[in-house]
C-alpha cells in the first residue's frame, strides 16, 4: 500500500508571484483593527496607569 497517495498536492498559492486581493483584503481588515483600537488602548493605559 502506496501512503504517498494519500497526501494531498502542495498548495497552489504558494507559487503565485504576488498579492491576491483575499491577501489585500486580509491585510486591510487587520491594519483597520488595529488602527481603530490603538487610541482606546492608549487611552485606557494613560487612565488606568
Request: charged letters at 10%; hydrophobic letters at 55%; glycine letters at 4%.
Amino acid at each position: 500500500m502506496d501512503i504517498q497517495n494519500d497526501i494531498a498536492p502542495p498548495c497552489q498559492a504558494a507559487e503565485q508571484q504576488g498579492f491576491t486581493t483575499e491577501d489585500i483584503l486580509w491585510a486591510v481588515g487587520i491594519w483597520s483593527v488595529i488602527l481603530t483600537l490603538s487610541p482606546v488602548i492608549v487611552f485606557y493605559m494613560l487612565m488606568v496607569a
